[in-house]
């Protein structure tokens, strides 16, 4: 039983418009969330956090957005540009785990 | 300043022989881990150590083995290698467990025939 899902497994985006990836979580114990970008033939890299006590952080292009509620995370990236094309992964935490998606590949066209 | 290294980078083994999965940090982390990566799965945990002295089993830690040798260094041995452990291995490390970023190493590729 996933408690972690990226139900879009593929988005393509024109170069310098908003990049939009989704994650879903069932876990209502999660309190820490990240983002980790993946090459290929490399090991991810951490992108981007969100504490469960913000809504909302900023890291130059990237901003992430926490709806508790919905149990809903989302990476918006703006502009968006040819070198962020790889695979994004969410992963929350709760204690001493961290729980990945699936993972979205997100191809920027230039 | 290398981060997180494995050892080896790509390894083929016959069903039911034995390999040990070799990965070192230089960031003095207290925590590290071990994920597998496959096709629409995500990164699975095998095993992590919150720190020098602990291991603990993640989600999938069934058909393996750890050692956490010393603060610097986490191992992971296949005794008897199966099919179904074909699989991308990645190693990380964090400061603190759970509530640190991981820095992941570039993985191992793992076929077994």
């Given at each position: 039983d996933q408690q972690v899902k990226q139900n879009s497994p593929s988005l393509s985006v024109q170069e310098g418009r908003i990049s939009i990836l989704n994650c879903d979580y069932t876990n209502s114990m999660f309190d820490y969330f990240l983002w980790y970008k993946k090459y290929p033939a490399e090991g991810p890299t951490f992108l981007i956090s969100i504490s469960s006590i913000k809504d909302k952080n900023e890291d130059g292009r990237f901003t992430v957005f926490l709806n508790k509620s919905a149990k809903h995370l989302s990476l918006h990236i703006?502009?968006?540009?040819?070198?962020?094309s790889a695979v994004y992964f969410c992963a929350p935490s709760t204690g001493n785990q961290f729980y990945f998606g699936t993972g979205t590949s997100l191809t920027v066209i230039p | 300043n290398a981060g997180v290294t494995q050892t080896p980078k790509f390894q083929v083994l016959k069903t039911g022989q034995s390999m040990t999965l070799q990965c070192a940090q230089d960031?003095?982390?207290n925590s590290m881990y071990w994920y597998r990566q496959d096709p629409g799965m995500g990164l699975r945990l095998i095993y992590y150590s919150a720190s020098e002295g602990t291991t603990d089993k993640g989600e999938v830690p069934n058909g393996y083995n750890v050692s956490r040798l010393n603060k610097r260094e986490f191992s992971l041995r296949l005794e008897s290698a199966a099919p179904s452990q074909t699989s991308v291995y990645f190693c990380a490390s964090s400061?603190?467990?759970?509530i640190s970023p991981l820095h992941f190493g570039n993985g191992t590729r793992l076929t077994v025939t």
């Open positions: 703006v502009p968006s540009q040819p070198g962020d | 960031m003095n982390h400061e603190r467990t759970g």
